[in-house]
């Protein structure tokens, strides 16, 4: 799924054009007035001249993702005596990259600190902290630290935010890792790693049944996307969404974290797609005969089966399921299938119409192709 540029997004790249930089006094302008007029005219040292400066770090606006902008030539000029690893560091995250970056720019404890844990850095910017009180920490032991912080005095803590390998931090992951810091029982299991990337990391935040198993341990040495997550979370979820239809065993749901690989829980997922649908022997294709380019809600229940093998998803486990519905249709990329939850009454439909889950031809998931033409069916 291709991300979309949010109102936020496009004004930004917006403000690459609005930068100046004054090479005698090694200041990077950025002139917001026309497109963030609260923000007025932002100035940002030179690396150079941050490593040196004693003034206090100043109240950036923590929502410009600078070091994510475009290399323009007058962003360059300032850009070009960064180091690569730290502009990478800082780039990680949606907000306080200026922020980062003057504090590590000022302080070598904090540029150490953004080298082994770039979470724990964030996590002090985002803090109420002054500049004074961040600075005293950097004296004390990294428990300590991580305690002030709002995060648990253990040593365990801070090895797994040193363990982190993540490509970038959105709102979502930020929650993922504060999931697996504050239960005990994910922290203490994730030791066993010797690495969390986001793979890892979502694996561990909604399964963490899983935590430590083939699967988890092979997962975490695999490099990862954004789109690679979500897929397998929601992969994890229609398999156990199954496996719970089914009442299975212990043993078979077992076999779930002894897989090697996604592809392994596909083939499993498929295999007990079958068990399933063998219970409903009385669907049949043609049901699916008036589906077309507008989405269309699904009522009879052999539709749901029909939807269910030709998609490969088993949509037949909600059928039974109070205030939803599906509906399907087609476009250049196959057969799309969306559940929705009921609004509370018609003149609600577009506000409070939830979707809960959309899937493709052989269980894959939506692009913003598809998700736009069902909002605009919704709200239509």
Known sequence: MKSTLTAQDFKQKQLIQHCFWDESEQILWIDCRNIFPKLGVVQVPSWDNLMMSSSAVPDYPNQLTILAWSNFSQLSYWRKQIPKWVQESCALFETHQLKILHYSGKYPQI??????????????????????????????????????????????????????????????????????????????????????????????????????????????????RPMQCQSMVAQLQDVYALAEWLALSKEEVGQIGQCRYLVEVSELYQCWLRRGLDLEPRFSSEALMNISDTPKKISLKQAWYALSDAQQHAWWLDYEVDRVYLVAWKDLDGLWVALIECAKSSKEKAVSSKIIRVRGEKNTLPTAKQLTALHLWIAG
Not at 132 to 139: D, G, N, Y
Not at 160 to 167: E, H, V
Not at 175 to 200: F, H, I
């Open 111 to 224: 540029l150490e600190l953004l080298d082994h844990a770039p979470m724990l850095v964030w996590r002090l910017m985002c803090s109420d902290l002054s500049e004074p009180e961040i600075v005293a920490l950097m004296s004390g032991k990294r428990q300590q630290l991580v305690s002030q912080v709002g995060w648990p005095n253990r040593v365990e803590a801070v090895r797994f935010l040193r363990k982190l390998r993540l490509r970038r931090v959105n709102a979502q992951i930020a929650e993922q890792v504060e999931t697996c810091l504050m239960d005990e029982q994910r922290l203490t299991a994730l030791q066993a790693l010797p690495r969390v990337n986001s793979m890892a990391l979502s694996l561990a935040s909604v399964f963490p049944a899983l935590i430590g198993s083939q699967l988890h341990l092979a997962l975490a040495q695999l490099p990862c």
